[in-house]
């Protein structure tokens, strides 16, 4: 862990006068206590890959029970604990604080600034990560087990359900906490520490995108930091929010989340967007097409995120006027996101593209996120979400855009910036074995949930009936052979860390031209204490 | 188990020969991957949506990717090329900005004229309450004046690999709801415990089921025949085991049924007052129990620790049979055992001894059917 970044730095020091890594205590202390932006990126990607592996494992139970019609490896009760705890790790353990990691790496890098704006909540903001996922881990042996109650925590079963929910309710309150921190932080330094000529219009891509999800987690993590208060105080306070009998409905529940859970949609995939925007560029060695309307796009997005929540409850009732606002609503997202894939494929037209792993896994992006895309443009028709909704078309489609989406982007993103973080070349060999092999495991899992989905399977169920067992058996196939193929990713990305392989170049990438790639390679310790002129 | 895997065989491989010959479904019938045949006006018109939908979507993808596989092949460096600086074309921004808008109002309209015909539950010819509980599903011919659990009758034995599983497996009930073909049938929908929803696909209708709210929606079905389908909320452990039948009957059999029906709640209300064997009551009890009791409280009686309670060896069980009626008829407050009152006074009484006399537990004692109604009228 320890070795990201600074180690080598050392014999840089005359290029960059300034670097004083040597007063910064070491072990541990260093990492309690540091308020280094590269150090704490560093924790927060390797905290995300972490969890991506416990999600992931749980995963891998859930598909190991579906191998088969039956009930053959867990019972019900611990299956619904799997699928909640897969969905609240992977959203809030795995992807949102990847993204975070990537932010705090990146952005003092592509902004010119020395540090994020405020070092020291920067260091807490992380910190408060471990102890809520180790809540959320915890849960699953208190009496009564984890909640398994689905993410989305609907009302009155989670108010039915054991104080391992109490659990999952605390460690929503933390991760939010945090995350409204970092988003602070991200606000304020774009905002105030841009160097000099830096004007917004001229910042890299990922610091608009990030900027604009740091405002849409401002504005929903309490939403959902409420909710979920809410649901505490009727499962112990004897409060009836969401219980009629003491005049509350448990539909305000669903629409409280989902004025969060909307927008948490893009705050997952908005940073992905930013990435893609860097790395297609970079291999296609052209500038990014449409720059400022991808701003807009972006923009564009995040508000229309805040009126198309209750699409998803096309099915709880609503009157006639609600139906057709939400679903006209939920299509004209189709428009700025189409707007944003005809940009990144106008970058490559005429471009000189190369195909290194990280422009393979943004070429597989565009591609099945497009897919995730369409699918989502499928259920926006509400008609049709009413057969769809809740089942696995639906666990297709949110797979689509977020593991073929933002999961995809991180990779691509990952190994883009990896040798300035470590110095260290990836294996590129093993990187397009690990971008071929995601791609097509990924397809055979989550393909055959489209007609699943389609032929009447309930999202959610440890059994199903025959007509079902052909897809789910092809789908767990192909889940073992993608959960595998993450290894490679492990791998690699540890090699690099220890500093085994070719060493990195100060820009190994000819076509990228954003700021962190003037640094040496590794960035060291301290960057841009006198701020780069940007003409 | 393997029995299993040698009946879905040739069925997997039909599949993916269709997958390679790009057949659509319909042509090869084959439900396992496309809507299920609709049966309803109302579902016809989704799944014309889904595939009108799907086709513009396949249209744009072939499209849209056409171009970047084209770019791919011919603007890599590796061919020598030289790569453009342009970057900004006002007038092309404009132009794919608004043509996707355009396509979506043409998506919007028919989109539009199906949700007002589903929302329009005027005029029924039917209208039956149908309660989602933890986890089976109950229905009320309220004109008709009687109602029915209906619970999932696959045995224990199949979901646990102990015996090989049948043609319906998880998709059967004991009592099927049954309806008029031809019939506009309206559908009361609300729960006794947590979420659930009442989804039938042949049907297009699914609509969540909320405790202490009536929502409605209503369906028309136009063939006769037994359709399925399944809770589509997540309602718990049992939630992949509440599935839902109806059956569509020709008006003249749906009549002779309903007459049915009304004979049997006159002859199970007849004789309150008969004195049943020990031996009779466990025997209907076991069902009863099966049937109710088994999905939280375990088909051993052993429950699950922390979450529900055991039976075996309960003090409730073994104690005065007085406190045991009561919870079983009114449910215990602030947990997730419910009452029971809608069940016969001759079901409760049955299940009651059963659980007194097996298990595990050995008491010796029998509850009569007469003890039920008392403690019914007491309160």
């Given amino acids: ?535 | 188990m393997n029995r299993t895997s040698f009946m879905a065989r040739p069925r997997l491989l039909s599949s993916l020969l269709a997958a390679a010959l790009g057949v659509s479904g319909p042509a090869l019938a084959i439900a396992e991957w496309n809507l299920q045949p609709p049966v309803t006006p109302i579902a016809r018109q989704m799944y014309d949506l889904h595939y009108f939908i799907f086709w513009i979507c396949v249209v744009i993808f072939v499209a849209v990717f056409g171009v970047m596989f084209y770019s791919l092949f011919r603007h890599r460096k590796s061919q020598g090329r030289q790569s453009a600086h342009f970057h900004e074309n006002t007038l092309v921004e404009i132009i794919w900005t608004v043509i996707p808008f355009l396509i979506l109002l043409f998506m919007a309209f028919p989109a539009t004229k199906t949700i007002l015909a589903m929302k329009d539950t005027s005029a029924p010819g039917l209208t039956i309450k149908v309660t989602g509980n933890q986890w089976s599903w109950s229905y009320d011919y309220l004109q008709e004046g009687f109602g029915f659990y209906s619970n999932l009758s696959t045995p224990l034995a199949q979901i646990e690999n102990r015996a090989p599983k049948g043609e319906h497996y998880l998709l059967e009930v004991d009592n099927p709801l049954v309806v008029p073909v031809d019939t506009k049938v309206r559908v009361l929908i609300t729960a006794g415990d947590v979420l659930h929803a009442w989804w039938v696909p042949a049907f297009g209708v699914k609509q969540d089921a909320i405790p202490g709210f009536v929502r409605d929606t209503w369906f028309k079905a136009e063939k006769t025949g037994v359709y399925r389908g399944q809770c589509a909320e997540l309602c718990g452990k049992g939630h992949g085991f509440m599935p839902i039948v109806v059956e569509v009957k020709s008006q003249e059999d749906f009549a002779k049924w309903v007459e049915e029906q009304k004979a049997k709640t006159v002859v199970a209300g007849a004789d309150p007052n008969k004195v049943w064997d020990l031996k009779d009551l466990v025997v209907t009890g076991e069902r009863v129990y099966a049937a109710n009791c088994a999905a939280c409280h375990q088909p051993n009686g052993k429950g699950v620790p922390g979450t529900f309670p055991a039976l075996d060896g309960s003090k409730i069980v073994r104690g005065p049979k007085e406190a045991q009626i009561s919870i079983v008829l009114h449910g215990k407050p602030g947990t997730a055992m419910p009452s029971w009152a809608q069940l016969s006074d001759a079901d409760i009484a049955a299940v009651i001894t059963y659980t007194r006399n097996a298990l595990g537990n050995k008491t010796g004692e029998a509850v009569q059917p007469a003890e039920i109604k008392a403690a019914r009228k007491s309160g």
């Fill in chain 1, 1 to 535: 862990m320890s070795t990201i970044a600074h180690d080598h730095a050392a014999g840089l020091g005359d290029h960059h006068a300034h670097d004083d890594h040597a007063h910064h205590p070491t072990g541990i202390t260093r990492w309690l206590t540091t308020t280094n932006h590269k150090d704490i990126g560093t924790m927060y990607l390797w905290f995300s890959l972490t969890m991506f592996l416990v999600g992931g494992t749980m995963a891998m139970v859930i598909r190991a029970e579906l191998f088969q019609p039956g009930l053959q490896v867990v019972d019900p009760e611990f299956f619904n604990s799997m699928t909640t705890l897969h969905g609240l790790i992977m959203v809030f353990g795995a992807i949102m604080p990847a993204a975070v990691g990537f932010a705090n790496w990146q952005i003092p890098l592509m902004i010119g600034a020395p540090d994020m704006a405020f070092a020291r909540m920067n260091n807490w903001s992380f910190w408060l990560l471990p102890p809520a996922a180790m809540l959320l881990v915890i849960s699953l042996f208190v009496p009564g087990g984890a909640a398994a109650g689905g993410w989305t925590l609907y009302p009155p079963l989670t108010v039915q359900a054991g104080m391992g929910m109490d659990l999952t309710i605390f460690a929503v309150h933390i991760l939010g906490a945090s995350s409204i921190m970092g988003s602070i932080n991200i606000i304020t330094t774009i905002l105030n520490l841009r160097a000099p000529g830096m004007t917004l219009m001229r910042m890299p891509l990922f610091c608009w995108t990030w900027l604009i999800t740091a405002y849409l987690l401002i504005a929903v993590m309490p939403v959902l930091a409420g909710a979920v208060t809410m649901l505490l105080t009727d499962r112990h306070f004897g409060t009836t929010f969401f219980n009629a009998a003491g005049g509350g409905d448990p539909v305000l529940f669903q629409h409280v989340f989902w004025f969060f859970g909307h927008p948490e949609v893009y705050i997952i995939i908005l940073p992905a967007f930013g990435i893609i925007s860097q790395i297609i560029p970079a291999f296609s060695r052209k500038p990014l097409f449409g720059y400022a309307s991808m701003v807009y796009a972006s923009a564009g997005i995040a508000i229309l995120s805040f009126i198309v929540w209750a699409h998803h409850m096309f099915t709880t009732g609503m009157p006639t006027a609600g139906l057709l606002f939400f679903m006209y609503a939920t299509m004209l997202i189709a428009v700025p996101t189409g707007v944003k894939v005809f940009n990144w494929l106008a970058t490559m037209w005429r471009g000189s593209m190369t195909f290194e792993t990280p422009m393979l896994f943004a070429i597989g992006f565009l591609f099945l996120f497009t897919l995730g895309g369409f699918t989502g443009l499928v259920l926006s028709i509400m008609p049709v979400d009413v057969q769809a909704q809740d089942t696995y078309y639906v666990v297709a489609h949110f797979h689509y855009v977020m593991v073929a989406g933002s999961l995809f982007a991180f990779f691509g993103g990952a190994y883009y910036w990896i040798p300035k973080w470590s110095g260290t070349m990836y294996n590129e060999t093993l990187g397009k074995v690990h971008f071929w092999s995601s791609l097509i495991s990924f397809n055979v899992t989550f393909f055959p949930m489209h007609f699943l989905g389609l032929a009447g399977m309930p999202r959610r169920i440890p059994d199903y009936a025959q007509q079902f067992a052909d897809w789910n058996m092809i789908a767990s196939i192909g889940a073992f052979w993608f959960g595998a193929s993450q290894l490679l990713f492990v791998y690699s990305m540890i090699q690099c860390a220890r500093g085994k392989g070719e060493k990195a170049p100060a820009r190994p990438w000819d076509g990228a031209d954003t700021l962190e790639w003037t640094l040496p390679s590794p960035a060291p310790y301290h960057t841009f204490e006198t701020p780069p002129l940007v003409k």
